[in-house]
């Protein structure tokens, strides 16, 4: 079992930045790959960036290629996404996930967090 805690959201003006962590505990972190993902009310939840387990290969959705960025310190056990240059239509709860393998489908993750909210104002 691998346990997955998010924190670092809140309410930012557009334009905005925000970083939100994800500290996993229970078996090797550093075995899994990594993503965070995204629900708005009355939307499906949707990937929004993947890490492998060395950090070395990212991937990201192109609704935020370029303004967010996701990292990880295996020696804190931690994920990272860097949120720069907010948009309203980023408003959601932001989930982190682990995986075997670095995806961008959500079927591919076995363990999931409870959420953090994100608001986004203009």
């Known amino acids: 079992q691998v346990q997955l805690v998010e924190s670092g959201g809140g309410l930012v003006q557009a334009g905005g930045s925000l970083r939100l962590s994800c500290a996993a505990s229970g078996r090797t972190f550093s075995n899994y790959a990594m993503g965070w993902f995204r629900q708005a009310p009355g939307k499906e939840r949707e990937f929004v960036a993947t890490i492998n387990w060395s950090g070395r290969s990212t991937s990201y959705a192109d609704s935020v290629k370029g303004r967010f960025t996701i990292s990880r310190d295996n020696a804190k056990n931690t994920v990272y996404l860097q949120m720069n240059s907010l948009k309203p239509e980023d408003t959601a709860v932001y989930f982190c996930?682990?995986?075997?393998?670095?995806?961008?489908?959500?079927?591919?993750?076995?363990?999931w967090g409870q959420g953090t909210q994100v608001t986004v104002s203009s």
């Open positions: 996930a682990a995986s075997t393998s670095s995806a961008s489908t959500r079927t591919y993750y076995d363990y």
